[in-house]
């Protein structure tokens, strides 16, 4: 599979995780299996974003891109997620995250060792917290760096990004659920990671798509707040009995 195709499968995972924690009860079959599909999609985009910073032209622009998607998707993504009412303030959203996880990606690429790259890497993954997959996606990404191009060392990295977002998610699931339920519930948390691992590591051939490279870079930014902005759109209507 070249990139544009695992981003597409990334997307629709990603589609589903936000459908069901929208409008499905959590603690369903169905509200598990897709909130458990969408966790593909971020350990996937740190995994790409840590490539494609290798071989964009301008990392200025990258980081742009990602600030200026960062800024039009936070009220799409407050819009979607507000639990009661219609608009409050979620956190903010993947893109960025996603930022953040650009600004490792280049400390670690230009600074030298030491007490102040150490103490910059420290403040951009607690920078997180306030934002969706808070430490997990920073900590991924710092792992997919020191991992390289080498394909072991990035199955590795898949490997702990399952364990430590498992460890992340364990606690809430023991004050849920009992304690064997919640050790299950962990378990199967961790299956969009491994899934995202294994296409990345066992299918993706290391190319992009030979046509419609630049409708699917654009694609790809779109999709995030023009999904969440529908989505949004529709748990309001469903609220107010309009649907």
Same mark, same amino acid.
């Given at each position: 599979?070249?990139?544009?195709?695992?981003?597409?499968?990334?997307?629709?995972?990603?589609?589903?995780?936000?459908?069901?924690?929208?409008?499905?009860?959590?603690?369903?079959?169905?509200?598990?299996?897709?909130?458990?599909?969408?966790?593909?999609?971020? #350990?996937?985009?740190?995994?790409?974003?840590?490539?494609?910073?290798?071989?964009?032209?301008?990392?200025?622009?990258?980081?742009?891109?990602?600030?200026?998607?960062?800024?039009?998707?936070?009220?799409?993504?407050?819009?979607?997620?507000?639990?009661?009412?219609?608009?409050?303030?979620?956190?903010?959203?993947?893109?960025?995250?996603?930022?953040?996880?650009?600004?490792?990606?280049?400390?670690?690429?230009?600074?030298?060792?030491?007490?102040?790259?150490?103490?910059?890497?420290?403040?951009?993954?607690?920078?997180?917290?306030?934002?969706?997959?808070?430490? #997990?996606?920073?900590?991924?990404?710092?792992?997919?760096?020191?991992?390289?191009?080498?394909?072991?060392?990035?199955?590795?990295?898949?490997?702990?990004?399952?364990?430590?977002?498992?460890?992340?998610?364990?606690?809430?699931?023991?004050?849920?659920?009992?304690?064997?339920? #919640?050790?299950?519930?962990?378990?199967?948390?961790?299956?969009?990671?491994?899934?995202?691992?294994?296409?990345?590591?066992?299918?993706?051939?290391?190319?992009?798509?030979?046509?419609?490279?630049?409708?699917?870079?654009?694609?790809?930014?779109?999709?995030?707040?023009?999904?969440?902005?529908?989505?949004?759109?529709?748990?309001?209507?469903?609220?107010?009995?309009?649907?």
């Amino acid at each position: 599979m070249n990139r544009e195709t695992i981003k597409y499968i990334a997307m629709a995972a990603m589609l589903l995780n936000h459908i069901a924690i929208v409008f499905l009860e959590p603690g369903t079959v169905l509200y598990e299996v897709l909130i458990d599909v969408g966790y593909f999609t971020a #350990a996937a985009m740190c995994c790409f974003l840590v490539e494609g910073y290798q071989y964009t032209r301008s990392k200025k622009n990258y980081a742009l891109r990602l600030a200026v998607f960062a800024v039009l998707s936070e009220i799409p993504y407050c819009l979607a997620f507000t639990e009661d009412g219609y608009l409050s303030f979620c956190g903010m959203n993947m893109m960025f995250t996603l930022l953040l996880c650009f600004g490792i990606v280049h400390v670690m690429n230009t600074m030298p060792k030491g007490s102040g790259r150490t103490g910059l890497l420290s403040a951009l993954v607690l920078l997180s917290l306030i934002s969706d997959w808070a430490l #997990a996606a920073p900590i991924f990404t710092i792992w997919f760096v020191k991992a390289g191009k080498d394909r072991k060392s990035i199955r590795k990295a898949f490997g702990k990004a399952m364990l430590l977002f498992g460890i992340l998610n364990l606690p809430q699931n023991l004050q849920l659920y009992p304690v064997r339920e #919640a050790l299950e519930r962990t378990v199967c948390c961790t299956f969009g990671i491994a899934a995202a691992g294994i296409c990345i590591t066992f299918f993706y051939n290391g190319k992009q798509m030979e046509r419609g490279q630049k409708f699917s870079k654009w694609f790809f930014y779109l999709f995030y707040p023009v999904h969440l902005l529908i989505l949004g759109v529709l748990r309001i209507a469903v609220t107010e009995g309009i649907l």
